[in-house]
């Protein structure tokens, strides 16, 4: 019988080959601080208990971001659609100052990419 374990992501073959979801790579990390911080004594089975308890803080921490995220991309999708529905507004009330208005609006979107591409070159 052939083992197929590997081609799954989630199965300790693949995570134990540093492939599937960055499990393994922080794990790798973690323990290479460990390592660096007591190279003599090093206690596997404590470090591997640490993990745990470090594994699970970050987890959440990276739920909590995650859902920041999720937040952020929702209020900028509800910005956009009331500025769609703004600017159809506008647009029927004062047509030539609504669009002068979108005008200084995209060279000054324009002037400020500009100047934040130049600002990162320079460092």
């Known amino acids: 019988m052939e083992d197929l374990a590997y081609l799954v992501p989630d199965s300790t073959k693949a995570w134990?080959?540093?492939?599937?979801?960055?499990?393994?790579?922080?794990?790798?990390?973690?323990?290479?601080r460990a390592?660096?911080?007591?190279?003599?004594?090093?206690?596997?089975?404590?470090?591997?208990?640490?993990?745990?308890?470090?594994?699970?803080?970050?987890?959440?921490?990276?739920a909590v971001k995650a859902g920041n995220f999720i937040i952020g991309i929702t209020l900028i999708g509800f910005g956009l659609y009331v500025s769609g529905k703004v600017v159809i507004g506008a647009s029927d009330v004062a047509p030539k100052l609504t669009g002068a208005l979108m005008l200084i609006g995209i060279v000054a979107l324009k002037l400020f990419q500009r100047r934040h591409r130049r600002a990162a070159a320079n460092k």
């Open 35 to 62: 390592l660096n911080r007591n190279k003599e004594n090093l206690d596997v089975e404590a470090v591997n208990e640490e993990y745990g308890t470090y594994a699970r803080a970050h987890a959440r921490a990276s």
């Open 16 to 32: 134990l080959d540093g492939s599937g979801d960055g499990r393994f790579e922080s794990y790798e990390r973690y323990y290479r």
